[in-house]
Each structure stands twice: as C-alpha cells, then as structure tokens.
C-alpha cells in the first residue's frame, strides 16, 4: 500500500527557516497524474492547502505563503519537499502531505485528496 511520510518540522524563531520532507513509500506503478500537496492544521480548524504541485510542475500556493516557501518535487526519489522561510508564528501547526488524483480548482481543500501522511509539527516562536 502506498505510504506518505513526512520529516523535518521542528520549533524555530519568527524569521526563521525549516525545510519539510514527504517520502512517497511503497509506489509499485507510475501514475498518469497526480496531484501533490502540503496542508497545515491549527488545533481546532480543518487542514488548509499550502501549496500544491501536479506531474508537470505547476505549482500553486496559497496567498499566505507566497514568496516565503518553495514547493519542489523530485519524480526520480518520490520525494517532496517544502521549504519555507521567513516563517511566521501564524505558520505554526501540523503540517501535512497529501495526494490528489489530479490538482483541482479547488486544490486547497482536504476532500480533494484521498491519501495522507501523518503528519509533522512546525512551531514558529515569536
């Protein structure tokens, strides 16, 4: 069965930068399309979409994270990878990894995905 696992969150200083990881385990086929994506969650709130990238590398963010974190895929390793910087206390949560059969209008909402990782904790001090 296929797997998502995630590292890398960890406490940092507002300012401060960490870069997250989610290995995709167990592929024994290539897909057609995918859609690949990041989500956080705050104690009490659904997951909200931070980023998104499908098979050719069209990449979406949301409005928050613009221009403070870099979404990157390496199709070769079934990896990805999230690399935010300039991090803010409002980017505390746990951080998820999901897969999509596709990347929707609607990307940045949870129902689209139909797999998940377990998700990885990021705490940005101020």
């Known amino acids: 069965q296929v797997q998502l696992v995630e590292s890398g969150g960890g406490s940092v200083q507002s300012g401060g930068s960490l870069r997250l990881s989610c290995a995709l385990l167990r592929v024994t086929y290539s897909y057609d399309n995918y859609c690949m994506g990041w989500f956080r969650q705050y104690p009490g709130k659904e997951r909200e979409g931070v980023a998104a990238?499908?098979?050719?590398?069209?990449?979406r963010y949301a409005n928050s994270v613009k221009g403070r974190f870099t979404l990157s895929l390496d199709n070769a390793k079934n990896m990805l990878y999230l690399q935010m910087n300039s991090l803010k206390p409002e980017d505390t949560g746990m951080y998820y990894c999901?897969?999509?059969?596709?990347?929707?209008?609607?990307?940045?909402?949870?129902?689209?995905?139909?797999?998940w990782g377990q998700g990885t904790q990021v705490t940005v001090s101020s």
């Open positions: 990238v499908d098979r050719n590398y069209t990449k």
């Open positions: 999901a897969r999509a059969d596709y990347c929707s209008d609607s990307w940045f909402r949870e129902d689209d995905y139909n797999l």
